[in-house]
């Protein structure tokens, strides 16, 4: 038998350190946050699981909880089919595809907090192009008391933020299906309609599916644009999870119910994530299977 | 099924001032198998995908059974292709692949069902109508291919652009039988392209060797093997290929390099007649080792046993000579004279055959 060696342990101590302060200690102090009634540094009380019975039955928190999944599912809608349109439509090479691509992913590389202002700008009903520009065609239009137009802002703003990065990726998926099977398509006799549904849908389902994701998990973690947008109003009109959240912990300093609430969050996250997770692992293999027998 | 001609036919590229397909003309008869045969890039699948309505050539005509398809789309022309990589609809099922050419011509359902089966019963696929297309190995997918081309009733041509590129080389020779008898069974038009000889020999009743954007010969196996039209074909038809060395034509003698031999009156009479460099050509097999008589004198660099035939190589002034010979002949010698079959050596001048 090997001699055993229990000096070993020390090699992994890095890494147990660097993830025990990185992750597990905040997370357990969450934790810890969630069962107690904190009243002052020196004075706590246990109080099991009260904080979550009570953010479960939050009114404040459904409504947030509704309006992120009314934002998440609208934003989705607009923002796959969108972008779908847009990498179809766009040049498929030369000069003219590498500008439109340049000019397609700008807004990716601007900046949150930046997205929030050039927009909370851009929409003012006294000084902003677009909010002036909406007024003066006689459609009252301001977003700081009017839910709707509050909505409608963060929405297009959202849109105008995010639909590059699903258009970047459905053309790079556009692009890797081979002359081959348009020109088949073509003998075949197939309608441009049929050619999207039957060739070029199936081919980028794999990309989209990724873009899904991640603007699953973006749009249902936002926060800096409509902070700086509307602040959560009017009222909290536009207040989704993780404002709601900060409200929660910072503004109110409530360290026991918004430590519930944000392992509620967490676990929301995780749940979408492992299912989405498994979806993507599934399509893998049966791609793998097919792609491994040869061809 | 329908007879091909092609009317001074020729392609460039957009932006492209040299031609990809030289302008030319030629006619492929009805049912006939042909394989088109040439190195890559001499423009094999130019002239496929001018066929089958693909590419609308700069200029020439397509025609087919005499009637003009120039500029008619693919879809108009019946024609089937199939490619060098398998292209299937992952989504769908065996059956709705091959449904698929029949339901976007709007062909009614009971139709369409007897159809799939007629075809998949031929191609012995009844057993996976039912299965997706996704899972299924590369020929598999290739036989499925061939299929949505072969369900249409009224297909002209099938095409074949290179189709066993991705195919296991043990399943390669199954494939190829099955189209094969598919050929014999509906006698249909075929045009397989490819750049192997023995695929290209061993399939077709005629085959077209393309050379630099050229067709260079039609002719059958047996034709090409025996009068190369052109050196390409001498050197690519055979292995090893034809014996290619440059000689003069003086009166009635023939130089090759410090050697010479007397010509016959009729062919250095041809000969005599062109101002172009010649180029000698004779198969291997037709060099034959000479004990007396007419013949040059080479020097033997090395004899290569291939076990029923041995490669002798041996120089001739400057060029090397290739000779096929039988098991039992041997050259021992450091020097031997090597006679080529007079009436099946063949003269080229710029890369044409002469004489």
């Known amino acids: 038998m090997k001699p ?30 969630s069962v107690q009634d904190i009243l002052g540094p020196d004075q706590k009380v246990f109080v099991g699981m009260e904080w979550f019975k009570a953010t479960m039955r939050d009114p404040e928190l459904h409504g947030a909880l509704i309006r992120q999944l009314i934002f998440t599912g609208t934003v989705l809608t607009i923002e796959i089919p969108l972008g779908i349109l847009l990498a179809l439509s766009l040049p498929a090479s030369g000069w003219r595809s590498s500008l439109a691509l340049v000019l397609l992913a700008m807004p990716l590389l601007i900046p949150q907090n930046v997205v929030g202002t050039i927009w909370q700008i851009f929409g003012r009903s006294d000084i902003g192009l677009a909010g002036v520009a909406v007024n003066a065609m006689g459609i009252s239009y301001n977003y700081t008391n009017s839910s709707l137009d509050a909505w409608l802002t963060v929405v297009i703003m959202d849109v105008w933020h995010w639909t590059p990065l699903i258009a970047l990726l459905a053309f790079a998926g556009l692009r890797a299906i081979p002359e081959a099977y348009y020109q088949a398509a073509r003998i075949d006799g197939a309608s441009r309609l049929a050619v999207f549904r039957y060739i070029q849908l199936p081919k980028m389902s794999g990309v989209l599916l990724i873009g899904l994701l991640l603007r699953f998990m973006d749009s249902f973690m936002i926060y800096t644009e409509p902070f700086v947008l509307t602040g959560g109003g009017p009222g909290n009109a536009t207040t989704f999870l993780s404002q709601y959240l900060t409200q929660k912990a910072v503004g109110q300093f409530d360290l026991g119910p918004a430590a519930a609430f944000s392992l509620i969050y967490f676990l929301i996250i995780l749940l979408a994530c492992f299912l989405f997770y498994t979806f993507l692992q599934q399509n893998q293999q049966s791609t793998d299977k097919s792609t491994g027998s040869g061809s | ?31 006939g198998a042909y394989a088109l045969l040439g190195p890559s890039g001499c423009g094999k699948t130019t002239l496929l995908n001018i066929i089958s309505g693909l590419l609308v050539p700069s200029e020439g005509r397509v025609l087919f059974d005499g009637k003009d398809v120039t500029t008619l789309p693919p879809e108009k022309r019946n024609i089937a292709q199939v490619f060098q990589f398998p292209v299937i609809y992952d989504t769908m099922t065996v059956f709705d692949n091959l449904a698929f050419p029949l339901r976007n011509r709007k062909m009614r359902e009971p139709e369409v069902r007897s159809r799939v089966q007629e075809i998949a019963e031929m191609l012995d696929l009844s057993g996976s109508l039912s299965r997706r297309a996704k899972g299924l190995s590369a020929e598999e997918k290739q036989i499925i291919s061939l299929g949505r081309g072969l369900v249409r009733k009224d297909v002209a041509a099938v095409l074949f652009d290179e189709p066993l590129t991705v195919i296991d080389p043990h399943v390669k020779w199954l494939l190829r039988r099955q189209i094969k008898r598919i050929h014999n069974q509906l006698k249909l038009s075929l045009i397989y392209v490819t750049h192997d000889q ?158």
Not at chain 1, 8 to 30: D, E, G, K, R
Not at chain 2, 5 to 16: P, S, T
């Open chain 2, 1 to 31: 099924m329908a007879r091909i001609e092609l009317a001074g036919l020729g392609h460039r590229y957009a932006g492209n001032k040299d031609y990809s397909l030289q302008p030319q003309s030629m006619v492929w008869e009805d049912s």
């Open chain 1, 4 to 33: 055993i060696n229990n000096m070993a342990w020390f090699l992994v101590l890095p890494v147990v350190l660097c993830v025990a302060f990185s992750a597990v200690i905040p997370l357990m102090t969450v934790v810890n946050y």
């Open chain 2, 198 to 355: 023995i695929e290209a020999l061993t399939f077709a009743d005629q085959v077209v060797v393309m050379y630099n954007g050229e067709v260079v010969q039609m002719g059958s196996p047996q034709d090409l093997f025996e009068t190369p039209a052109h050196t390409f074909v001498g050197h690519f038809i055979g292995s090893p290929g034809m014996n290619l060395l440059p000689c003069k034509a003086d009166g009635d003698r023939l130089w090759l390099g410090e050697q010479s031999l007397a010509l016959p009156p009729a062919l250095a009479k041809t000969l005599g007649g062109i101002a172009k460099p010649l180029t000698l050509g004779v198969r291997p097999e037709l060099v034959q080792v000479a004990a007396e008589g007419e013949a040059f004198d080479t020097e033997v660099l090395r004899m290569e046993d291939l076990g029923t035939v041995k490669i002798l190589t041996a120089r001739l002034g400057g060029e090397l000579i290739k000779a096929k010979l039988g098991e039992h002949d041997t050259v021992v010698t450091a020097r031997t004279r090597l006679r080529f079959v007079p009436e099946r050596t063949m003269f080229y001048a710029d890369g044409h055959r002469v004489a």
